[in-house]
Each structure stands twice: as structure tokens, then as C-alpha cells.
């Protein structure tokens, strides 16, 4: 095993830690807002794969889920459910079904990156639309397991499916 393979792992953790105290801010509020549901039925725990605390059956919202940080608040039950993308919703493309839990791990991948800048990035970007790169961006790597990051050199995803 080469000396670069031995020293990935290192800085593969130590990336996720400085990434998780990044975004700290984030997900304090992601967390209060998560306790807060707790006490009208939601209920959390630990997914290690998608580097956050999820509370399931938040009470608030129109369905779905809402990342902060570390945090993943959801309306539903499970994250490991089939959704379609922003484009596909819109009538822009048709797109196969994406899993929800690889959309909201791309938003914790953004936000681990951005920190404190993410939010007020998200919603300079458009907030929740399809126009919306953070959006285009983690659809994109629910699709394909790569490019969760919005500023992506290319932006857009191969159009293997027929457009409308």
C-alpha cells in the first residue's frame, strides 16, 4: 500500500470533523427545531451514512424533508423512500425516481462545505425551486452519486431521459 493511500483516510476524517464544526451553527438550529417536534410525535436517531441526525415525523411542513446542517428534519417516516426530482416535478424532464436520504446527504455534504454561508447561498440562489443550484445539484448526485457540489463545472445533467 502506498503512503498516499495510508494518509486518505486520515484527511478523509479530518475534513468530515472540520466539515461537522463548520456547519455547527447549522445544525443547533436544526437540532432545536428538532427537539421541538419531539414533543408532538417526532422521533430521532443517528443514520452514520448520511452524517446527521434525523428526526422522523417532524409535524411541520408540506411534506418531505428539510436539511440543517447535520441535521435532517422529515416528515415521513423514512428517509429510504423514492421521490422524483425538482425537474421532474416541474415537467421540465422525465427522470427516474431519486432515494430522498442520497438528495438530503448532497444538502449535508453543501452545508458541511459552506458552513454558515450556506443558508443565506441557498436562498440568494432562488430557495426551493428548480431553478435553484443547491437543488439541481443534490438531485444531481441522488441520481448518479457524484456532483453534490452547486458550483458544479458542468451544472447540468446528462440528458439521458426525453425532455418534454
Known sequence: MSDAAD????????????GIV????????GLVAGTIGIAFGAHAHVRARDLAIVFHR???GPG???????????TGDTLDSDCVTYAHRAGHLDEPFIRLADHERAHVY???????????????????????????????YALSGRGWWPWAVSDERPRTFTSR
Request: charged letters at 10%.
Open 58 to 60: 417532524w409535524p411541520w
Open 22 to 29: 463548520w456547519t455547527l451553527p447549522n445544525t443547533a438550529l
Open 64 to 74: 418531505g424533508a428539510i436539511t440543517l446542517g447535520n441535521t435532517i428534519l422529515h
Open 110 to 140: 453543501q452545508y458541511m462545505a459552506l458552513g454558515p454561508l450556506f443558508l443565506p447561498l441557498y436562498l440568494l440562489s432562488g430557495g426551493i425551486s428548480v431553478r435553484n443550484r443547491f437543488e439541481r445539484a443534490a438531485d444531481r
Open 7 to 18: 494518509v486518505r483516510p486520515v484527511l478523509l476524517f479530518a475534513a468530515r470533523v472540520l
